[in-house]
């Protein structure tokens, strides 16, 4: 992983966002569970900041990073900005706390709620994954129920764990990096006007919060920064995706929905994708038994249960869950409180049962065995609907996202790790678990597959966020993939041009003569696609050199006067 960049690019079209990671003390669920909640202090005259006016001592000007004038920059000239960093150019720590909270006392369906009343009243600001949970009344407070019959039982909340998304997060969950979901118990099977669910995936400094309200589900992203983010350098994979990144933190921030619409973690564009005044959507794709790629003991998803352990062992915290209860992973008990709360209807939903069959028919092996690829003509009509820009990206088809050798790799260096013969400097980014074969990535959603024609490529990497349904509002609906409906389209499309052409590999930047430079000029080196204004972002799909081409000269052809 290359450092991670703190600098915004010097005519940024859309608002970007971001928070960054740390250095972590050693990991004891113990010591982490006994702490608590910490309550951020009121300003006293020792930390209030000095009012040097009079003063004899001078204040102190911190450096500021100058943006190049018009005449210093051209148009492919760009500050380094790293999408590690998504909530970058946002407010945060007590500044947005500050902000947040005079925006939820303002509305009248959010002002008394008991969760938010935490931060916002009584200045709770939790330090670890544990104490955010807490906060939530969604804590793991007896460890002994470790059977799926167990789960939601006992005080504690029901929780279901992904080894594959098509969520904001989706490109960093497999089996041995899952996503957890918790929820509150009082609202599997049940209406429930006060539920909280949480979901989070190690890697990512943000935690996602849904809570009811009596207008629906409104939605959150709590950040965090680490003691690795004031490290030049930023946070590596080791702080990143180990227990380090679930405890620690240094500064925590929660924004709302409304606050980040307009930014690459806009949670509105799957969970009310169909616009502005229309209802938001607890979004569960794989709602029906077998639930193809949640953990659970007794269906397929068995085998993401083997491969976690096979890394982690049942002696690590995962996500606020301790080891033995993992293997109590039940989707059942999120989709009992997806119906029950006004998500009972999914726009495209996964058919679990008869795509895992058909892909079962077609590759025997499956599904402990993914080397082949299997196929379903029930996905494949789905993924048309994708084709056509109607709808949100669809599961893959297949039980397991990994590629074999890499898992064998990522999971042989987990158990170093924990040994302590792989240090938290050398650790790889086991991320990169992924299958490699461009047409299986573009099954996941997470690339377009070769076959694709440029309109197809422009549909499937870019109308999930430049579409006619957007609130007109954000600046991204300036430009939208349906690009007669543009009213300043050859302008529009030169912007996505130089966008699309930040996606390229270094080498390819290079010979476009495309720069990414410190605030100071000097020339930055990011990995393919990192740069946070790279179109489509790296998150959600990415692009091969050879698309970009075909892609950057379709839209310049569409640039061309109709003939009459």
């Known amino acids: 992983m290359t ?9 940024a079209l859309i608002m970007v966002v971001g928070c960054t990671p740390k250095k972590n003390p050693k990991f004891t669920p113990s010591s982490d569970t006994a702490q608590e909640v910490v309550v951020a202090a009121e300003p006293t005259a020792e930390t209030k900041p000095a009012d040097n006016t009079g003063d004899a001592t001078p204040k102190v000007t911190p450096l500021e990073a100058k943006t190049p004038t018009e005449a210093q920059r051209d148009a492919k000239t760009f500050l380094a900005l790293s999408e590690e960093e998504p909530m970058h150019g946002l407010k945060h720590g007590e500044e947005q706390m500050k902000v947040v909270c005079g ?36 804590q793991i407070v007896d460890p002994t129920l470790t059977t799926r019959g167990d789960n939601g039982t006992g005080g504690n909340p029901a929780f279901a764990v992904q080894g594959h998304s098509s969520s904001l997060v989706g490109r960093f969950v497999s089996a041995i990096n899952p996503r957890v979901l918790l929820m509150s118990a009082s609202a599997v099977g049940n209406v429930d006007p006060n539920f909280a669910i949480f979901g989070f995936v190690r890697g990512e400094q ?36 180990t227990p380090a990144i679930e405890t620690g933190w240094t500064e925590f921030s929660l924004y709302h929905e409304d606050e980040i619409k307009n930014s690459i973690v806009d949670c509105r564009q799957c969970h009310q994708s169909n616009g502005p005044g229309t209802p938001k959507l607890l979004r569960m794709q794989e709602l029906q038994n077998p639930w193809t790629h949640f953990f659970r003991d007794n269906t397929a998803g068995i085998n993401l249960i083997n491969d976690y352990y096979a890394a982690h062992g049942t002696d690590e915290v995962y996500g606020g869950i301790p080891g033995p209860m993992i293997r109590a992973s039940d989707p059942a008990n999120l989709e009992d409180t997806v119906r029950e709360n006004g998500s009972n209807t999914q726009p495209n939903e996964f058919q679990t049962s ?108 870019c109308s999930q966020c430049h579409n006619s349904r957007l609130d007109p509002a954000v600046s991204r609906s300036k430009f939208n993939v349906n690009l007669a409906s543009m009213a300043n389209a050859a302008a529009e499309i030169d912007i996505a041009i130089s966008r699309i052409k930040l996606g390229y590999s270094p080498e390819r930047l290079k010979a476009e003569g495309v720069k990414i430079v410190s605030p100071m000029g000097q020339p ?41």
């Open 3 to 11: 450092p991670q960049s703190k600098w915004l690019y010097a005519s």
């Open 103 to 138: 925006k939820i006392a303002n509305m009248p369906n959010l002002a008394t709620n008991a969760i938010l009343q935490k931060f916002c009243v009584q200045n709770m600001r939790p330090k670890s994954l544990i104490e955010l949970q807490t906060i939530l009344g969604l």
């Open 206 to 241: 943000f935690a996602e919060i849904i809570l009811n309200s009596p207008t629906g589900p409104e939605f959150f992203l709590a950040g965090f920064k680490q003691a690795c983010n004031s490290k030049p350098e930023g946070c590596k994979p080791g702080e990143l995706l």
């Open 354 to 461: 008869t795509i895992q069959s058909e892909v079962e028919n077609s590759s025997p092996n499956q599904p402990e065995d993914n080397t082949i690829p299997g196929q379903s003509a029930t996905w494949d009509a789905l993924f048309a609907r994708v084709l056509t820009g109607e709808m949100i990206p669809v599961p893959y088809h297949d039980v397991k996202v990994t590629e074999p050798t890499l898992l064998q790799k990522f999971t042989k260096q987990y158990q170093d790790f924990k040994a302590g013969l792989v240090s938290m400097d050398k650790f790889e980014d086991h991320r990169n678990v992924l299958r490699t074969d461009q047409k299986q990535l573009g099954d996941m959603g997470f690339a377009v597959a070769p076959e694709m024609t440029p309109q197809q490529t422009l549909t499937l990497a």
């Open 524 to 564: 930055v080196s990011m990995e393919k696609g990192e740069h946070l204004l790279t179109m489509p972002p790296r998150r959600f799909k990415q692009l091969t050199d050879t698309q970009i081409d075909a892609l950057v000269k379709f839209l310049e052809e569409q640039k061309k006067p109709v003939p009459k």
